[in-house]
């Protein structure tokens, strides 16, 4: 008789004892490689025609959006604007001077964050882009109440690493005081590594942006 | 709430070790099916089950309740995926931790003293899931409670009067809540029973 019961109390200690196991629940292993962090995210404003563009303007530099305090790390710059230029012209769009007097179709403007940080709706335009002499080229005269206006639910968050973000933007047709991106790139990821690996990523992910727009080329 | 399940389950096998009841512990490999194979496509090597059942005046139907964890994964690899809005490339993973509480309903089709008992069973009850998908730095989480119900199809063989191990069919359904995929799955249970007087 005894055994009768030892058993389904055996069976019960056993339940109750795996039961703390199990609330820790299960989560897949660690990605083996840095570049398994990176990700590409993209998003176009579906009712903007990007056949019609021909001419674009890219800076000369890389907008970094840091803490008071924090001095940016201009390391990767090169490669962002060079692959960039490379992938814009690969459109078959010609890319024109801020000093050649005349305004092209869309502006791209490169930004980086290194640290965690809220982009997009409370991203201060005018503090990082506002001074870029451009604009010039755009009526109305703008100032620094304006702001971007970005396509319905793009993906905005803070970033905890080092994260580009490239917006694209049609500075022919402000709205409320806000100017259409009409096409934004991001590339979040890890920022470990040596400068050669680090930069290879950019190239490639910058490549893989372009890639999955398919739309920016016809 | 899944702390809320465990306390119910250990009430519950305490209970089971005052009557007349029948306690199990079984191992189930799993199939996702339907919306859920889109979400996960591997088969789950994990999902472990604790049951007691209360045999009624009529020894061949019984109630009682389980408590189950099943956990499904299903690492999809770098690729490109659309969003609602945009699209994605990244390294994407895929998984879900669930844990569930139903109350079952449980028929032998022979007196259950019997060497081999072939038995159906039914179970409804909830269950809290944590599905997510892990993207690069990201995490996308939909979580929370839902309705849960499964039924088995197995057999039963009885070593002697008081210890038994059973196989069976079963198949799992969580509908969608709270943002979750619709949840269902076949699976082929292992286990283990013993009986208390």
């Known amino acids: ?218 | 709430m899944k702390y809320l399940l465990t306390i119910i389950a250990a009430l519950t096998f305490y209970t089971a070790l005052q009557a007349q009841q029948t306690a199990e512990f079984s191992y189930q490999v799993s199939f996702p099916t339907g919306d859920f194979k889109d979400f996960v496509s591997k088969t789950s090597w994990v999902g472990f089950s604790g049951a007691y059942r209360h045999r009624l005046k009529n020894p061949q139907l019984s109630l009682g309740g389980a408590f189950t964890w099943f956990y499904f994964q299903d690492k999809k690899g770098v690729g490109t995926f659309p969003t609602a809005e945009g699209t994605v490339h990244g390294n994407r993973s895929n998984y879900t931790n669930i844990y569930q509480l139903v109350a079952l309903v449980q028929y032998d089709f022979k007196n259950p003293k019997e060497r081999v008992v072939p038995y159906v069973r039914v179970g409804v009850g909830g269950a809290y899931q944590d599905q997510r998908t892990d993207i690069g730095l990201y995490i996308v989480q939909s979580d929370g409670v839902q309705f849960a119900a499964n039924a088995d199809l197995g057999v039963r063989f009885n070593k002697d009067e008081n210890h038994g191990i059973f196989i069976a069919a079963t198949y799992n359904t969580l509908p969608a809540a709270n943002g979750m995929i619709a949840t269902s799955f076949f699976g082929v249970k292992l286990g283990i029973s013993g009986w208390g007087h």
């Open chain 1, 1 to 218: 008789m005894r055994i009768k019961k030892a058993y389904p109390k055996a069976i019960a200690a056993v339940l109750i004892l795996s039961s703390t196991f199990m609330l820790s629940g299960c989560y897949p292993s660690a990605p083996d490689y840095i570049s398994d962090y990176d990700l590409v995210y993209t998003q176009q404003d579906k009712t903007y025609d990007f056949s019609k563009v021909t001419t674009y303007m890219l800076p000369d530099s890389v907008e970094h959006i840091v803490n008071p305090g924090d001095k940016p790390d201009h390391t990767y710059d090169p490669v962002i604007l060079s692959e960039l230029e490379k992938q814009l012209d690969a459109l078959g769009w010609e890319r024109l001077d801020e000093s050649g007097g005349e305004p092209s179709d869309v502006v791209v403007l490169p930004s980086v964050t290194h640290q965690k940080q809220g982009v997009c709706q409370a991203y201060c335009w005018w503090c990082y882009w506002g001074w870029w002499p451009g604009w010039g080229y755009y009526p109305p005269a703008w100032d620094p109440s304006w702001g971007w206006w970005y396509p319905s639910d793009v993906v905005c968050a803070t970033y905890n690493t080092g994260t580009l973000m490239v917006n694209m933007t049609n500075p022919k047709a402000p709205k409320d005081k806000q100017l259409p991106v009409v096409w934004i790139g991001v590339l979040n990821g890890l920022l470990e590594g040596g400068t050669a690996n680090i930069s290879s990523r950019i190239q490639t992910n910058i490549d893989q942006m372009f890639k999955q727009s398919p739309y920016l080329k016809q």
